[in-house]
């Protein structure tokens, strides 16, 4: 039998968000028109929402300190980031007390203490990798030997690149590649497009998929991701997609920006 993708016709039928940040929210330092208005919208009507973002750069308090700078009140419980998923799917797996080697920065290495992992370098039983500014061959070499050793090997994301004002720069898959180039062996990634981040904001928030969408503005990885974990799909043209390009993947709801969204969906409730 062909299936057949049940298009929501209104945005009533979802009561449960999963809300990409950076090109949503805010771009860079630069926050969205409506944006404190739009979270109190959500809170006002009930409607659930957790934060989940692919970079692992910030904690989720340095998150909430940004936005709270912004004006929109988001509590550091309310988001997760590529690095705080990662942490908490090794507790799946691995007991409080595993020893874990990070490659990254500052807030994977938080992430990683927040569940009671212990950071070692040597011995290790996992490595978790992510974006390290400071990266150097040393650094790669460490991690490669323990993979080769047998420690588990995670990443927080595949991301390719990353949008700056000079352009495209390498991002966290860039970097990673070559530990896993040097170990002979490819990472599990924890980050969208993989469905993990969703999942885990969804049994925070007591939601099932029926009733979660994403909202992004990346297809590659927001979109995707969500899909993947069976949630519906909210497009935003406020980040790095365009309009052709949004309007040929169809995702089920299509709006400029949030301040879009928010008349849309008052105006859907007022009716
Ligand atoms: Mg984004």
Known sequence: MRKVKTLKKSLKDIK???IDMDGVLYVGSQPMACLPEFIEFLRGKGIGFML???????TPAQYSAKLAKMGAQVAPGEIITSGTATAEWLTRKYPPGTRVHVFGEDSLRQAMIDVGFVLVDENAEIV???IDWGVNFEKIKRAVLLIRRGAFFV??????????????????GAIVAAIAVGAEQQPVAIGKPEPTMFELAMAKMGATPETTATLGDRIDTDM???VR????TILVLSGSTGREEAEAYGPDFLFE????LLRTWEAQLAN
Not at 156 to 172: A, S, Y
Not at 257 to 260: E, F, L, S, V
């Open 16 to 18: 449960n968000l999963v």
């Open 229 to 232: 974990a069976g949630c519906s």
């Open 155 to 172: 990443v927080t994301n595949l991301d390719p690149t990353r949008p700056t004002e000079e352009g495209l720069v390498p991002g966290t």
């Open 257 to 260: 920006d949030i301040a879009h």
């Open 224 to 226: 995707h991701g969500g």
């Open 52 to 58: 989940a973002t692919n970079n692992s750069g910030l």
């Open 128 to 130: 978790a990798a992510s």
